[in-house]
C-alpha cells in the first residue's frame, strides 16, 4: 500500500521560511517523478515544483522560482520544499504526488497516480 505524508506545515510570517517534508512507503521515489503542488481555498491545486526524472534539474511554477527549492533524498525515501521568502499568496494546502517519470513541463495533476493528505501553510503580512 502506498502512502505519501506531508509534514511541517504551519503558521509563518511573511518574508519568512518553512520546509516542507514528504516520506513515501510503498514505493520508491527515485523510481517516480516526484513533486508539490498546492491548493489554496475555493481556487484549482496549482503545479509548484517537480523532479520529472530521477535526476536532473526540477522545474518550478514561475511563482515560486527563486524562492522554494525542491530537494530528495533517495536514501530516506523524502522529497522536500523549502519556502523562503514566503508571501501571503503562498497560503494553501501543499501535497507531494508521484507519478511516471518524464512528464511533460509543467506536470498537470491527473499524471500523478499517488497523493498525500496535505499539510496546510498559512503566510500572515
Known amino acids: 500500500q502506498v502512502q505519501l505524508v506531508e509534514s511541517g506545515g504551519g503558521l509563518v510570517q511573511a518574508g519568512g521560511s518553512l520546509r516542507l517534508s514528504c516520506a513515501a512507503s510503498?514505493?520508491?521515489?527515485?523510481?517516480?517523478?516526484v513533486g508539490w503542488f498546492r491548493q489554496a481555498p475555493g481556487k484549482e491545486r496549482d503545479f509548484v515544483a517537480v523532479?520529472?526524472?530521477?535526476?536532473?534539474?526540477?522545474d518550478y511554477a514561475d511563482s515560486v522560482k527563486g524562492r522554494f527549492a525542491i530537494s530528495r533524498d533517495n536514501a530516506k525515501n523524502t522529497v522536500y520544499l523549502q519556502m523562503n521568502t514566503a508571501i501571503p499568496e503562498d497560503t494553501a494546502v501543499y501535497l507531494c504526488?508521484?507519478?511516471?517519470?518524464?512528464?511533460?513541463?509543467?506536470?498537470?495533476?491527473?499524471?500523478?497516480?499517488?497523493w498525500g493528505q496535505g499539510t496546510q501553510v498559512t503566510v500572515s503580512s
Open positions: 504526488a508521484a507519478g511516471p517519470l518524464g512528464m511533460s513541463t509543467p506536470p498537470k495533476d491527473h499524471q500523478f497516480n499517488y
Open positions: 510503498g514505493l520508491t521515489f527515485s523510481h517516480y517523478a
Open positions: 523532479f520529472r526524472w530521477s535526476g536532473g534539474s526540477p
